[in-house]
């Protein structure tokens, strides 16, 4: 049966650990899929991987839809959550709505992704919830903020902690179902995971959290730079790029294709 946002709940309960990795394509997404991933991002961090962009704010909306409906076809187990691009969601809770509502009815997504807490976005959560669309919320570092926070670890300050954990508490109360928390001190993100009712999701946040996220590409080692917190599982990045020099060198040296 395919995974729901209900089930990520229960499993928070049951103390099961929740496995997220990001897919922009149908390849990779039915790789993923079909390896036991409990649920697929189609994050905004393609942006930079797979567009070539220096940030994720040029990423627009049709752009991540594009991606996310060929995501949806190589999926049949995995729930798939998109993001909403930079400022289209941020000016009022009408955009939000029209934005949320495309991805989900356009893509067959089951849910999208928003950065930010209190007051607005949790305003903003609220109604999406409210009108039936499942809402994952993002906290900590957060990369559409990029010009005005940097890629620093937040939330290392009493005052900055405090701030992180009343956004996340703010969200669950919104209705959102989930909580992406990014690059802020393990012990920040155990405190926040022990008191919200709803799974945290952790990049860069440490091991206590209720699951873990990575961008494919880093885990692949496809990625150009790595982030402090990535781990590559892989060097396929080196693979590929032998595998292309000897097909040139065969194709060169008259060996492929043979009689």
């Known amino acids: 049966m395919p995974v729901t946002t209900h089930q990520l709940i229960q499993w928070k309960q049951q103390r099961r650990l929740i496995v997220a990795l990001t897919a922009y394509d149908y390849a990779i997404a039915q790789l993923i899929d079909q390896a036991g991933v409990d649920l697929i991002l189609v994050g905004d961090s393609m942006a930079m991987p797979i567009l070539g962009y220096e940030t994720t704010l040029p990423l627009t909306l049709d752009e991540i839809m594009h991606h996310a409906k060929a995501v949806r076809r190589g999926v049949k187990q995995a729930l798939i959550v998109v993001d909403l691009p930079f400022l289209t969601y941020q000016e009022s809770v009408q955009q939000a709505m029209h934005s949320a509502g495309r991805v989900l009815k356009e893509t067959g997504a089951q849910a999208v992704k928003l950065e930010g807490g209190y007051p607005v976005m949790a305003t903003t959560v609220s109604q999406l919830t409210s009108a039936g669309i499942p809402v994952m919320g993002h906290v900590g570092l957060t990369p559409q903020s990029v010009h005005q926070i940097g890629y620093k670890k937040q939330g290392k300050t009493v005052e900055a902690g405090e701030r992180i954990l009343q956004e996340s508490i703010a969200l669950q109360q919104a209705g959102a ?35 873990q996220v990575l961008v494919t590409s880093d885990l692949l080692g496809l990625s150009e730079k790595q982030p402090p917190f990535a781990k590559a599982y892989a060097n396929l990045r080196e693979t590929i790029t032998q595998a292309v020099k000897d097909y040139s060198l065969e194709v060169r040296e008259g060996k492929f294709p043979n009689s």
């Open 177 to 211: 179902f989930a909580i992406v928390l990014e690059h802020i001190p393990a012990d920040l993100a155990d405190h926040i995971t022990q008191k919200l009712t709803i799974p945290t999701i952790g990049i860069g946040a440490g091991p206590h959290c209720d699951g």
